[in-house]
């Protein structure tokens, strides 16, 4: 049984930082690509960042140079590092797992076979 639990998420303001990580169980982890996504009150969940097996990773236009993603293999975890943070960052945020994504697909959400239940981010001005 696969599954994926989100944690870190809160409160914070504006400029602030929070650390968001994924816990995964059930697969195994060191092959998949996860993927971190958000939904914003109001609007479709949109992609945020992924890291691949081989730890090349990929970010939203919106958040490049302020969140950073990482992955420890040892403990079946992806970090989402977020900096900088401003109002528009909050949503609930929901990482994502699947083994056999091919890198034109990996900000695509329907690509995904495994999801997280998701954390909430605020962040006030």
């Known amino acids: 049984q696969v599954q994926l639990v989100e944690s870190g998420g809160g409160s914070v303001q504006a400029g602030g930082s929070l650390r968001l990580s994924c816990g995964a169980s059930g697969i195994t982890f060191s092959r998949y690509t996860i993927g971190w996504f958000r939904q914003k009150p109001g609007k479709e969940r949109e992609f945020v960042a992924a890291i691949r097996h081989n730890r090349a990773t990929y970010y939203a236009d919106s958040v490049k140079g302020r969140f950073t993603i990482s992955r420890d293999n040892a403990k079946n975890t992806v970090f989402l590092q977020m900096n900088s943070l401003e109002p528009d960052d909050t949503a609930v945020y929901y990482c994502?797992?699947?083994?056999?994504?091919?890198?034109?697909?990996?900000?695509?959400?329907?690509?995904?076979?495994?999801w997280g239940q998701g954390t909430q981010v605020t962040v006030s001005s």
């Open positions: 994502a797992a699947d083994a056999g994504i091919i890198l034109s697909s990996i900000r695509f959400q329907a690509q995904y076979d495994y």
